[in-house]
């Protein structure tokens, strides 16, 4: 009996174990999943998603320097420039007219409003269908790069068009995928990752 109960604790300490270390990779690693990097080829045209802060723009506009895009594309969206009545989509489109220097025949805007980031690759795909481009390159926040790659590449399975992700990666940039759990922004960013992950895996399309 004795030895049965004896079996029975290391059987249950040996099972605690490995769900301990389970655990732990994926507190470990949670951060790193959420990052997608996709080879880096030349491409039509990049699109700068909406949101996020400016390092967005910057490093779009590194890849356009580098000759990767002939041309940018900015998503339009409702939301507005803090404290006033401009429209993101306008003040980005002047910065990178005026702070990095794009010529602005090279860059464009979406037809359609979008509130999401199934909206916005919605209204790329119908732009990149009317201007004929065949491939582009998607530049969003690190954290955001996973599931950003889940929508475009359901949005664009049956279009014949390819679409590549590569996260922001500049330097002082905030978001450290192998230290998510240090600051409470990143923690909050990245359980709310994977919940619209989850979300949108479920079929129910997020933001």
Same mark, same amino acid.
């Given at each position: 009996?004795?030895?049965?109960?004896?079996?029975?604790?290391? *059987?249950?300490?040996?099972?605690?174990?490995?769900?301990?270390?389970?655990?732990?990779?994926?507190?470990?690693?949670?951060?790193?999943?959420?990052?997608?990097?996709?080879?880096?080829?030349?491409?039509?045209?990049?699109? +700068?998603?909406?949101? *996020?802060?400016?390092?967005?723009?910057?490093?779009?506009?590194?890849?356009?320097?580098?000759?990767?895009? @002939? @041309?940018? $594309?900015?998503?339009?969206?409702?939301?507005?420039?803090? *404290?006033?009545?401009?429209?993101?989509?306008?003040?980005?489109?002047?910065?990178?007219?005026?702070?990095?220097? $794009?010529?602005?025949?090279?860059? &464009?805007?979406?037809?359609?409003?979008?509130?999401?980031?199934?909206?916005?690759?919605?209204?790329?795909? +119908?732009?990149?269908?009317?201007?004929?481009?065949?491939?582009?390159?998607?530049?969003?926040?690190?954290?955001?790069? @996973?599931?950003?790659?889940?929508?475009?590449?359901? +949005?664009?399975?049956?279009?014949?068009?390819?679409?590549?992700?590569?996260?922001?990666?500049?330097?002082? &940039?905030?978001?450290?995928?192998?230290?998510?759990?240090?600051?409470?922004?990143?923690?909050?960013?990245?359980?709310?990752? &994977?919940?619209? $992950?989850?979300?949108?895996?479920?079929?129910?399309?997020?933001?």
């Amino acid at each position: 009996m004795l030895k049965k109960a004896s079996k029975l604790a290391i *059987g249950g300490c040996s099972i605690l174990v490995i769900l301990i270390g389970i655990f732990g990779l994926f507190f470990l690693f949670a951060g790193v999943f959420l990052v997608r990097k996709d080879r880096l080829e030349n491409s039509d045209a990049l699109v +700068i998603l909406s949101g *996020g802060g400016e390092e967005r723009l910057e490093a779009g506009a590194r890849l356009y320097r580098d000759g990767k895009v @002939r @041309r940018i $594309i900015l998503t339009v969206t409702d939301e507005l420039e803090f *404290g006033t009545s401009t429209p993101i989509t306008t003040i980005n489109y002047d910065t990178l007219a005026s702070r990095y220097g $794009i010529d602005k025949s090279k860059i &464009y805007k979406t037809k359609r409003t979008s509130s999401s980031t199934y909206e916005e690759a919605q209204a790329v795909l +119908i732009l990149m269908k009317q201007k004929e481009w065949n491939s582009l390159i998607i530049v969003t926040d690190n954290f955001h790069s @996973r599931r950003t790659g889940m929508i475009f590449d359901k +949005i664009f399975k049956s279009s014949g068009l390819k679409a590549s992700i590569q996260p922001v990666n500049v330097q002082g &940039y905030w978001y450290d995928p192998m230290k998510w759990w240090k600051d409470s922004e990143s923690r909050d960013v990245t359980l709310l990752e &994977y919940i619209k $992950i989850f979300y949108f895996l479920s079929g129910q399309y997020e933001k």
